[in-house]
């Protein structure tokens, strides 16, 4: 019984070290790493801005490369293959830009009262969104 009662207060003794050592290993890491970054955005807001628009943007950049050379590689394509999946790639980034780009141009035109260049980025967007999305598919032969 005596062994039962060590061994219980054993496992709270363990268990109370474990939750010190997180506490401990979080207060070191708030110390190396936050406290400078607190730092750094206090004294240099604007370079601390680019700073993290900078590492944010390369974060993207790599993790899409590298999710872009797993999707042209997976499963051993062939040459024809490759490209297949590059043509697809490549329309669906068009596509993607067409899209961004005329909601962008639409709000700018909004906040700047112009209602005219509104309708004409709309419409070129409508337009160039079909040519890309439906006027570059290949006839199915019969």
């Known amino acids: 019984m005596i062994q039962k009662i060590v061994a219980g207060y ?4 363990i268990s109370l070290l474990k939750v010190l050592a997180l506490v401990v290993l979080c207060a070191l890491f708030a110390f190396v790493l936050v406290l400078p970054l607190w730092k750094f955005a206090t004294v240099s ?6 700073t993290v628009l900078v590492s944010f943007a ?3 950049l790599f993790f899409t490369g590298k999710n872009l050379r797993v999707y042209l590689t997976a499963g051993f394509p062939t040459q024809e293959e490759k490209k297949k999946r590059l ?12 899209i961004i780009s ?3 141009g639409i709000v700018i035109c909004i906040l700047n009262e112009s209602t005219v260049a509104t309708w004409i ?3 070129l967007t409508i337009v160039l969104y079909g040519v890309l999305a439906f006027g570059t598919k290949k006839e199915k032969k019969l």
């Open 45 to 50: 807001p604007q370079a601390y801005s680019v």
């Open 87 to 98: 043509r697809h790639l490549l329309n669906m980034a068009g596509r993607f830009i067409i």
């Open 121 to 123: 980025i709309l419409l």
């Open 10 to 13: 054993g496992k709270l003794f």
């Open 58 to 60: 390369l974060g993207i």
């Open 102 to 104: 005329g909601l962008i």
